[in-house]
């Protein structure tokens, strides 16, 4: 395979403090050696070794590719007149999910893998290179096992969320329903997925039938993520804790107990925005999290009923406006932040040995991310050493 450099870059984001200023690891007037699909070296550009090809970045900025830690883009339909609706005075609660279960299991497979490749697609051209996603919009065994096996056509991380919302036909039996989630169900989708998730909220499951499905899902070598404390208060934060979970997911609403529970774990808090911003509702506070030394992530929450965004550079942007995070600490959550969610260290940095993700910004800074909101500043997406088609 060949080697690049990307020379003159006006400002580097290394998320590696050994190697720059700060917690970004900031290099000035640098450069970045890939060799095949790993960042080869990094350093001053006047000191880059020699490579096959070389790419200008004539003075902007360069920082690793987002990791959007947390989506569901395995589903079919549309929900157009909710959000019209919800924007109109109607609130959001979990049931419009099933709206979208009934439009998934009617879609065939050629359909979903065309929907899930048309959004990972539209993520990259926004500086998206590592992407989680979930199934949930089945909620039969066929139907979640059918979700995870296109999910993993296309995605790098794949997450069993059985547990999305109680499926129609179990309605008036939630009990029978968790018993199938974490038995024929989990058997379907054991083999196609690395991680187990719930929405642990009211009008999904509560913690002991969360409790079930997460410890039945590690039972079977599934990684916990949750659902956690989206709508209100309740036990999603201190169950992810308790139960090693790679990260719980929301955290709008928290109780000091669950601050601390956070900032004494390796459960990263992922935040998403594109969630309050699409329901109105309250944004979680980052400031507070960090402060009390947890560590956070942004990503998406791409979905077609409440966070309809796949732009990574969008929640950055919010995220300062609105969540009281610096630009620092929103890059980085947007990037390494994600790759510790997903408990990656190849991923969301740019260091020697780490796998060659760069986005080049049409600007001098990655501050720009959230000084100019909207403007569609990637210009150029390396992932895994090769220049993508944007």
């Avoid at 009617?106 to 959004?119: I, M």
């Avoid at 018993?179 to 058997?187: E, I, K, Q, R, S």
Wanted: proline content about 5%; aromatic content about 6%.
């Amino acid at each position: 395979m060949s080697s690049s450099v990307i020379t003159n870059i006006g400002s580097l984001v290394t998320n590696d403090p050994a190697l720059g200023e700060g917690p970004l690891g900031l290099l000035e007037d640098a450069a970045l050696v890939i060799d095949g699909e790993h960042v080869a070296w990094v350093g001053p550009g006047a000191g880059a070794p020699a490579a096959d090809e070389s790419y200008d970045a004539a003075g902007r900025a360069v920082l690793p590719g987002f990791v959007d830690s947390h989506s569901h883009l395995v589903f079919a339909g549309d929900r157009t007149r909710e959000f019209n609706a919800r924007m109109s005075g109607r609130a959001y609660t979990a049931g419009g999910i099933r709206t979208t279960v009934a439009a998934t299991r009617a879609a065939s497979d050629e359909e979903l893998h065309a929907n899930v490749a048309r959004y990972v697609a539209e993520a990259l051209r926004q500086g998206t290179t590592t992407i989680e996603t979930k199934s949930g919009y089945g909620l039969t065994p066929h139907d979640e096992a059918r979700a995870l096996r296109i999910a993993g056509a296309h995605a790098d991380e794949v997450t069993f969320l059985g547990a999305h919302i109680v499926a129609p036909e179990y309605a008036d039996d939630p009990a029978g329903y968790v018993d199938l989630v974490t038995g024929p169900m989990l058997d379907a989708c054991v083999p196609y997925a690395r991680w187990v998730d719930v929405f642990c909220e009211r009008g999904a499951f509560d913690g002991d039938q969360a409790r079930a499905v997460l410890t039945a899902g590690a039972a079977r070598g599934l990684v916990p993520r949750v659902h956690a404390n989206q709508l209100g208060h309740g036990p999603g934060v201190q169950l992810a804790v308790e139960l090693d979970a790679a990260s719980a997911d929301h955290c709008t609403h928290l109780t000091d107990a669950d601050v601390d529970a956070l900032a004494n774990s390796r459960t990263v808090a992922t935040l998403l925005p594109g969630a309050e911003f699409s329901t109105r509702a309250v944004y979680p506070d980052a400031r507070r999290l960090i402060d009390a030394g947890a560590t956070v992530a942004l990503s998406t929450d791409c979905n077609p009923g409440s966070s309809f965004t796949s732009s990574m550079p969008f929640c950055v942007a919010v995220a300062v406006r609105d969540m009281r995070m610096t630009p620092d600490e929103a890059v980085r959550a947007a990037t390494l932040g994600g790759a510790l969610a997903l408990r990656r260290d190849d991923v969301g940095r740019l260091a020697p040995g780490a796998r060659a993700d760069a986005v080049v910004l049409d600007a001098p800074s990655h501050v720009h991310l959230a000084y100019r909101p909207g403007v569609p500043l990637v210009s150029a997406v390396w992932r895994r050493g090769v220049r993508a088609s944007i």
